[in-house]
């Protein structure tokens, strides 16, 4: 065997290593990969969430908070469709109607069971998607239609 031989087998052997342990790391990933929708993108269903972990933006629909014991019942709507949540659990102190909010959990018959839920943390802050979203719909009324990572 020469050294160009040699050599071409260790190039390969490092190749396959390097795709295996591509492969077994994406493969390990695959169940934390958590995708953000708005209530349009599940309504309309463009992608398929029944029981798929994901996570969804929109604003507190006015009127939609009931609480019920220890859970809670909202509407999150990005102006065009809305989704129904229940969540139960500690809300956070800035959670209200009206206001920017991001909930991660799973859809089950229509329903968006959260297990967390997030609030914009003050005036000028609103999650990128959440903004894009609203923008889409004709409803985002910040900052002249900027968002803040954009007015840098």
């Known amino acids: 065997m020469t050294r160009k031989q040699r050599r071409l087998y260790f190039v390969v052997l ?31 269903a ?3 969430t029944e029981g798929r972990r994901i ?15 220890a859970s809670v019942r909202f509407t999150v709507t990005d102006g065009a469709h809305a989704v129904p949540v229940i969540y139960a659990g500690i809300l956070p102190d800035l959670f209200r109607e009206g206001q920017g909010v991001v909930t991660e959990g799973r859809m089950d018959k229509g329903t968006f ?10 005036e000028n802050y609103m999650p990128k998607e959440v903004a894009d979203s609203l923008k889409k719909s004709g409803q985002w009324q910040g900052d002249g239609g900027k968002t ?3 007015a840098k």
Do not use: C, N, W, Y
């Open 55 to 69: 996570r969804l933006g929109g604003l507190v629909e006015t009127g939609s908070v009931v609480k019920e014991g």
């Open 113 to 122: 069971q959260a297990a967390e839920v997030l609030a914009k943390h003050d």
């Open 14 to 44: 490092g190749l396959l290593a390097v795709g295996a342990a591509a492969a077994l790391v994406l493969t390990a990933l695959k169940e934390d990969i958590v995708f953000f929708f708005s209530p349009t993108e599940i309504v309309e």
């Open 148 to 150: 803040p990572e954009a």
């Open 46 to 48: 463009k992608v398929p």
